[in-house]
Structures are given as structure tokens and as C-alpha cells.
């Protein structure tokens, strides 16, 4: 059974960083490109980051771009989202999700990340 | 940047309605679309890919159409489980640019 689990969610300052990991199982991590998609509380959802399967190839929405850099550990299973210079608009569930032929089959739960001061 | 438009915003329905919910691509994506349902608190899940197929284990009652700019999804007969929002989204490219929800509530 796929299974992504984010973790690392939680209240920072505006400005503040904060790391956010997704453990994968249940199918060949090291296979699959995968993606970081946000919701702002009672909004829709926005993609956020994408990393191919060896990573050779990144990409960032345009509201992240220089702020956020998304990485992988394929030994470890893990994917990865450092967000610096976090603004108010960054509040969101964070999700981790998998990438099958092009589209996104798996979803994790999501975490929250709340930037108040 | 391929921009995703969904109507209506909101839907009221009533169980044993046929429902339509239609997405428009800024621009050509083939059949490189996708619709999710997303119930209150959780993760989004997958309905159709590929424009017009049935993820396993998705209720037949659900059905999508369409290509190139111009998409539906349809549901034949409303049940209790399908209030919900559902979005779609086109991954023709690497954004996958999505809709802005269509949330279908009880009338």
C-alpha cells in the first residue's frame, strides 16, 4: 500500500524557515517523480514543487521561486521541502504527493504550516 | 502559463441528480487532465485521468470527457459519499496548473 507521511508542519514567525519531510512506502521511491502541493486554509490548491525521480530536474511555482528548494534522499525514501523567508501567504496544508504517468495518483495527509507572529 | 477555469464555483444538488461540473484550459492540454474529490479535512483523491478514465475503484457513476481546452465531469446520480469539492487539474505540462474547486452541497 503507497504511503506518504509529511511531518515538520508547524507555527513560525514571518521571515522564519522551516523543513518539511515526506516518508514514502509502499512502492519504489526511487522510481517516481514527486510533488509538494499547498492549500491555504478554505482555499484551493496550488502546486507548490516538483523533483523528478534522480533528481535531475526541478521546478517551482512562481510564488516560491528562490525561497523554497525541494530535494530528495532516495536511499532514505524521503522527500523534502526547505522554505526560507516565510511570508503570511505561505500558511498552508502542505502535501506531499506522488507523481504516476505525468499526473498525481497519491496523496500524503498533509501538514500545516501557520507563519504568524 | 496554462490557467484552469472550473464552473460553477458551487453546486446544489440533490441525491439522485445527474451532475455536470466543466473545466476550461487557457490553452491546449490534449488529454492530459485530471479530476480529484476532496472531502473537508482530507487529501485530495484521484477520480479520472487521462481526460476520460476511471481510476480503479472510483464508482462508475463517475465519468469525465473532453479534450484540448474543453472538459467535463460527470456525475450520473448523486449519492450522500459525493458532497464534496472536486478540482481538476492539467498536467500537460510540469505546473500542474488546478481548477479552482467546484464544491457540491446538498440542496
Known amino acids: 500500500e503507497v504511503q506518504l507521511v509529511e511531518s515538520g508542519g508547524g507555527l513560525v514567525k514571518p521571515g522564519g524557515s522551516l523543513r518539511l519531510s515526506c516518508a514514502a512506502s509502499?512502492?519504489?521511491?526511487?522510481?517516481?517523480?514527486m510533488n509538494w502541493v499547498r492549500q491555504a486554509p478554505g482555499k484551493g490548491l496550488e502546486w507548490v514543487s516538483s523533483?523528478?525521480?534522480?533528481?535531475?530536474?526541478?521546478y517551482y511555482a512562481d510564488s516560491v521561486k528562490g525561497r523554497f528548494t525541494i530535494s530528495r534522499d532516495n536511499a532514505k525514501n524521503s522527500l523534502y521541502l526547505q522554505m526560507n523567508s516565510l511570508r503570511a501567504e505561505d500558511t498552508a496544508v502542505y502535501y506531499c504527493?506522488?507523481?504516476?504517468?505525468?499526473?498525481?495518483?497519491?496523496w500524503g495527509q498533509g501538514t500545516l504550516v501557520t507563519v504568524s507572529s | 502559463d496554462i490557467q484552469m477555469t472550473q464552473s460553477p464555483s458551487t453546486l446544489s444538488a440533490s441525491v439522485g441528480d445527474r451532475v455536470t461540473i466543466t473545466c476550461r484550459a487557457s490553452q491546449s492540454i490534449s488529454s492530459w487532465l485530471a479530476w480529484y474529490q476532496q472531502k473537508p479535512g482530507k487529501a485530495p483523491k484521484l477520480l479520472i485521468y487521462?481526460?476520460?478514465s476511471l481510476e480503479s475503484g472510483v464508482p462508475s457513476r463517475f465519468s469525465g470527457s473532453g479534450s484540448g481546452t474543453e472538459f467535463t465531469l460527470t456525475i450520473s446520480s448523486l449519492q450522500p459519499d459525493d458532497f464534496a469539492t472536486y478540482y481538476c487539474q492539467q498536467y500537460n505540462s510540469y505546473w500542474g496548473t488546478f481548477g479552482q474547486g467546484t464544491k457540491v452541497e446538498i440542496k
Open positions: 487521462k481526460a476520460s
Open positions: 523533483i523528478s525521480s534522480s533528481s535531475s530536474y526541478i
Open positions: 509502499g512502492f519504489t521511491f526511487s522510481s517516481y517523480s
Open positions: 504527493a506522488r507523481v504516476g504517468s505525468g499526473l498525481i495518483d497519491y
